[in-house]
């Protein structure tokens, strides 16, 4: 899962070979803009950058959980989706040395330890579960917006991890129940709040505070003993005035006992918003062969499809899916 985002772009590279050696070619600056669909056979044909069509009766949708307009053009031809349960909130980032003095006490220094990691969650009071997520050692929090006027920020870590300082997603789950608007309401949800991001610091600057003013209810400020790592700015800001009520109270009260548990981790963190992609707000719903509930021919698949959480869960339902093809149009390898 850490293999290192500057390492990722060489392995890219490799695939992209040993693809095209198989047979296989790759279409760049082309979008899937629309599927044909017949109500017996399932489906017949993709349009391509809205002018070509290529007809096909076999399509693995890798189309990752920030394709809004796949899934709208999905949602509007019918195909069966659900809305499902994530998680939003923000980035934390702290000095890596905080961390390292946090999980290995007086061996943090040591020269045969990397770059220390955690796993932290917490239940509230109010039924919710705080915790981190896509925890990045000696990472740096970057920019990932995928809309015009949205802002969401993401974190990586390169192979070295040798940044100086740590982050990671803090997040609170959030249900269908937030956003009762249909299959679709969780996609309305985020661009709401990453509207709202946006519109408080403007140029995709990010709106942070210390977690220290958070967890204290003063005035926010950036007061953090590093330099943050985010390249396109920050702007001082109160994150209750972004997110919900039901998602900044529990967050309060997780980074509480988090302090208990890693000493500083509220006193000396730096909150940037908003991270709201942590897995698809819905599910492309499957059968058993693998192909969507009535749309035959379509293989939803990984985060898109709302099958998996992550890069190693992404991986593996990617087997799957390709077992499920192979044995549909070449059993006999199978």
């Not at 519109?199 to 926010?220: E, K, M, N, W």
Request: aromatic share 8%.
């Amino acid at each position: 899962p850490h293999v290192g985002t500057d390492r990722l772009r060489i392995m890219v590279t490799g695939l992209i070979h040993r693809i095209k050696k198989a047979g296989g070619e790759i279409r760049y600056e082309t979008q899937v803009t629309d599927f044909h669909l017949d109500s017996k056979k399932g489906l017949t044909a993709v349009t391509l950058n809205g002018r070509e069509r290529l007809e096909t009766n076999g399509v693995i949708l890798c189309c990752g959980h920030s394709a809004r307009d796949t899934y709208e053009t999905l949602y509007s031809r019918g195909v069966h989706m659900e809305a499902k349960a994530f998680a939003v909130g923000v980035r934390i980032e702290h000095s890596q040395a905080l961390i390292n003095k946090a999980q290995y006490g007086p061996f943090a220094a040591h020269p045969k330890l990397g770059a220390a990691d955690y796993a932290l969650i917490y239940h509230d009071a109010s039924g919710r579960a705080v915790y981190s997520f896509c925890m990045c050692p000696g990472g740096e929090v970057v920019a990932s917006s995928s809309e015009t006027g949205g802002l969401v920020v993401n974190g990586m870590s390169p192979y070295k991890r040798d940044t100086g300082r740590a982050n990671s997603a803090l997040v609170v789950a959030v249900t269908p129940d937030d956003f009762p608007e249909g299959p679709l309401g969780g996609m309305v949800f985020q661009r709401r709040y990453e509207a709202l991001a946006y519109r408080a610091a403007g140029a995709y600057r990010a709106p942070a505070q210390s977690s220290r003013s958070f967890v204290d209810h003063t005035t926010p400020d950036l007061s953090v003993p590093f330099k943050t790592t985010y390249r396109r700015g920050l702007v001082p800001y109160d994150l209750r005035k972004i997110l919900p009520d039901f998602v900044t109270d529990p967050l309060e009260n997780g980074l509480r006992d988090f302090e208990r548990r890693l000493p500083g981790f509220s006193r000396e963190g730096l909150m940037i918003g908003v991270e709201t992609r942590t897995s698809a707000p819905l599910r492309i719903v499957r059968g058993e062969n693998g192909q969507s509930l009535n749309c035959r021919g379509l293989y939803p698949c990984g985060e898109g499809a709302g099958y998996a959480g992550g890069i190693t869960s992404a991986a593996m339902d990617g087997f799957h899916e390709a077992r499920h093809f192979m044995a549909r149009f070449a059993p006999t390898v199978v």
